[in-house]
């Protein structure tokens, strides 16, 4: 038994940080950031806590679905940047939203959405649930070095949220990977305060290899997409949407290029919204949902790729 999206809905910080905001205080230009990342401005939260941007992207979800809290049977969010180390994003959400169904998170970096997808997936199979919601929720500016210019101009914070259902066609395909790689891309964790700790502990900050991530995202993006036609026995052409982890605009332009797919079917968020890690995919698909522009019956990939190196990918029917 697979699942239908019943519902999505997205969140996003009410204060956007433009390039030339940020070169007031970073040896940064517009004209370095857009033409390298395509990105002219990014949400980033002041006012509003995590929780509150994922309890209302979960509210517009529920109500686009028309599921109420206790009706869900699981609540699964993909957070690597969370309010609380303990407990999960999730439960706090499941407190906020008045659910009382089990809830957990899941950690898979920009690729979560996808993995927590596959979890869903797998309570459907075994018949433990008949509706499942899904938010990923990012708050990436506590987790970058406001003072390294290569990285913090990338990164945006926001949610994004789907009601599952049983009983649909999707997943049609699904790829879960990880070349295990720390260093590429990695946030360490929190050192601590214990007396007995005489290991080193790191600026738990983010820092990434740029270059070897866009190598590793244009080749993430291009294999998953053929092996996911492949498993579903389609063509690269029978795709109506894709929805890809919007890391950079290069890596996005590389792709599209390299598969030979007509750009205008490949969904776009990070002018405005940089790259949000996980919630960039149901961002998206948010988006393309409220747009009208996904019909019933059309086929959406999506492929989220990051640190790890982790890659999910799947192929969905819209119904
Ligand atoms: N403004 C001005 N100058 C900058 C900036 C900036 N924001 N950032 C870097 N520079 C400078 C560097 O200091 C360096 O100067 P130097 O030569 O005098 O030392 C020069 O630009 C080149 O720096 P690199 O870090 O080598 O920059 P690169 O050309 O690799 O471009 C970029 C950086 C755009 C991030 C590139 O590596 C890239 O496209 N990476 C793809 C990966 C990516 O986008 N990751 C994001 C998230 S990861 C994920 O979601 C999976």
């Keep these: 038994m697979g699942f239908r999206i019943l519902g999505t809905g997205s969140a996003l910080p009410a204060r956007s940080v433009t390039n030339d905001d940020l070169s007031e205080f ?13 990105i002219r401005s990014r949400r980033i939260c002041a006012d509003e806590t995590l929780d ?22 699981l609540i699964i969010c993909s957070t690597t940047s969370g309010d609380h180390l303990i407990p999960a994003e999730a439960c706090a959400i499941a407190e906020r939203l008045g659910a009382s169904c089990p809830a957990f998170d899941v950690s898979a970096a920009c690729a979560g959405f996808v993995f927590a997808l596959d979890v869903a997936d797998g309570y459907f199979a075994r018949g433990r649930a008949e509706r499942v919601l899904v938010v990923a929720a990012e708050k990436m500016s506590r987790l ?8 913090c101009v990338l990164f945006g914070d926001g949610a994004a949220a789907a009601v599952l259902g049983a009983g649909g ?36 900050v983010l820092a990434m290899e740029g270059r070897r991530v866009f190598k590793f995202g244009v080749n993430a993006i291009c294999s998953s997409v053929s092996a996911l036609c492949e498993e579903a026995g389609v063509s690269v052409e029978d795709i109506d949407h894709f929805v890809f982890h919007q890391a950079n605009e290069r890596i996005l332009s590389s792709a599209v290029s390299r598969l030979g797919i007509d750009p205008a079917r490949v969904a776009r968020v990070l002018e ?43 192929l969905l029917r819209w119904e």
């Excluded at 790689?181 to 700790?197: A, E, K, T, W």
């Design 52 to 73: 509150d941007l994922s309890v209302e992207a979960c509210r517009l979800a529920l109500e686009a679905a028309g599921v109420t809290p206790d009706q869900l049977d």
């Design 169 to 204: 066609e999707s997943p049609l395909a699904m790829r879960l990977e990880t070349e295990p790689s720390v260093d590429i891309l990695h946030v360490p964790g929190i050192g601590g305060s214990s007396p007995y700790d005489r290991t080193e502990h790191p600026a738990n």
């Design 144 to 151: 970058v070095d406001w003072e390294d210019r290569a990285t």
């Design 26 to 38: 970073l040896d940064t230009s517009d004209e370095w950031i857009f033409p390298r990342t395509g």
């Design 272 to 314: 405005e919204t940089g790259n949000i890690s996980s919630a960039c995919i149901p961002l998206a698909l948010d988006r393309l949902a409220r747009s009208g522009e996904l019909a019933s019956g059309q086929l959406v990939v999506l492929v989220g790729f990051g640190a790890g190196l982790d890659t999910g990918a799947c």
